[in-house]
T-cell receptor, first 112, second 115 residues
Framework: GQNIDQPTEMTATEGAIVQINCTYQTSGFNGLFWYQQHAGEAPTFLSYNVLDGLEEKGRFSSFLSRSKGYSYLLLKELQMKDSASYLCAVRSGSGGSYIPTFGRGTSLIVHP | EPEVTQTPSHQVTQMGQEVILRCVPISNHLYFYWYRQILGQKVEFLVSFYNNEISEKSEIFDDQFSVERPDGSNFTLKIRSTKLEDSAMYFC?????????????FGPGTRLTVT
């Protein structure tokens, strides 16, 4: 089976940097997603990592280490609107299976 | 900017009734998905659909569920005999064929309440 762990909640200050970690145990790893979900809304795609390393996209970056079963999402220059839940999801299975397994999400609270 | 739409936004039904949740994916997208999220819990994959057939489904997607693309724009999820535990937010998503990012666009969701 799959197991995905993320911290339940984090707080940070506006303008700061925050790193949200995700660890996973899975077989047949095919890729890792990060999504942002504001309360009562749908998830929005942030990133997808297949290979090891850091991928940067504006204020958000995502890192993957397949050997360690570890990823993080880095948010820079935090804004109040970044207060949301951040979901880590791992795509796994044989034959290029798509099926993603989601973590419980990390609720990020940004305060002034 | 194109977006995925879903109707209705909220559906209330009695246990044992059939419901159909509707989605209009982004027009040039070819992959379609349904997810659900029980209140306060994880997002769960239900099914993916490509080329007019199911490509993958999860253990949740049992015989009471079915999907259909009845025309060139709609994508539906049918739950034949609803149970209390089917109460959840149901999200439709779509993505296009190009690129390796697997970026999906989610609709706003349908909140299903089974009483």
């Amino acid at each position: 089976g799959q197991n995905i762990d993320q911290p339940t909640e984090m707080t940070a200050t506006e303008g700061a940097i925050v790193q949200i970690n995700c660890t996973y145990q899975t077989s047949g790893f095919n890729g890792l997603f990060w999504y942002q979900q504001h309360a009562g809304e749908a998830p929005t795609f942030l990133s997808y990592n297949v290979l090891d390393g850091l991928e940067e996209k504006g204020r958000f970056s995502s890192f993957l280490s397949r050997s360690k079963g570890y990823s993080y999402l880095l948010l820079k220059e935090l804004q109040m609107k970044d207060s949301a839940s951040y979901l880590c999801a791992v795509r796994s299975g044989s034959g290029g299976s798509y099926i993603p397994t989601f973590g419980r999400g990390t609720s990020l609270i940004v305060h002034p | 900017e194109p977006e995925v739409t879903q109707t209705p936004s909220h559906q209330v039904t009695q246990m044992g009734q059939e419901v159909i949740l509707r989605c209009v994916p982004i027009s040039n997208h070819l992959y379609f998905y349904w997810y659900r999220q029980i209140l306060g819990q994880k997002v769960e994959f239900l099914v993916s659909f490509y080329n007019n057939e199911i490509s993958e489904k999860s253990e949740i997607f049992d015989d009471q569920f079915s999907v259909e693309r009845p025309d060139g724009s709609n994508f539906t999820l049918k739950i034949r005999s609803t149970k209390l535990e089917d109460s959840a937010m149901y999200f439709c998503a779509s993505r296009d064929l190009a690129g390796a990012t697997y970026e999906q666009y989610f609709g706003p969701g349908t909140r299903l309440t089974v009483t």
